[in-house]
């Protein structure tokens, strides 16, 4: 069984920076992709960035790249947000989560999720 739990969200000013991270349990976690998705107050759960079970394997929304930048930890087993550049309409609860498959870019690929963190940018 699979489980995520993210931290790192908070209040930031826009143009900041705020790095998400995600730690991953399970017994085969490093077989799993782990990625982000964010969902704004009345929105659908938006896809951002996916890594894979090896370094090589990394997957952005086009809107994403460029600001977000994904990373992982195989050692560790944490995947990590960097997001800079941050403006209000990045305000959301980003969630990680589990797929079998990469990558994969609708919520209902994903297997296992987090709580989420809520990520606050004012204007």
């Known amino acids: 069984q699979v489980q995520l739990v993210e931290s790192g969200g908070g209040l930031v000013q826009a143009g900041g920076s705020l790095r998400l991270s995600c730690a991953a349990s399970?017994?085969?976690?490093?077989?799993?992709?782990l990625g982000w998705f964010r969902q704004a107050p009345g929105k659908e759960r938006e896809f951002v960035a996916v890594a894979g079970w090896n370094t090589d394997l990394i997957y952005y929304a086009d809107s994403m790249e460029g600001r977000f930048t994904i990373s992982r930890d195989h050692a560790k087993n944490i995947v990590y947000l960097q997001m800079n550049s941050l403006k209000p309409e990045d305000t959301a609860v980003y969630y990680c989560a589990a797929a079998i498959m990469f990558p994969q870019t609708t919520p209902s690929d994903y297997i296992a999720w987090g709580q989420g963190t809520q990520v606050t940018v004012s204007s």
């Open positions: 399970g017994r085969t976690i490093s077989n799993y992709a």
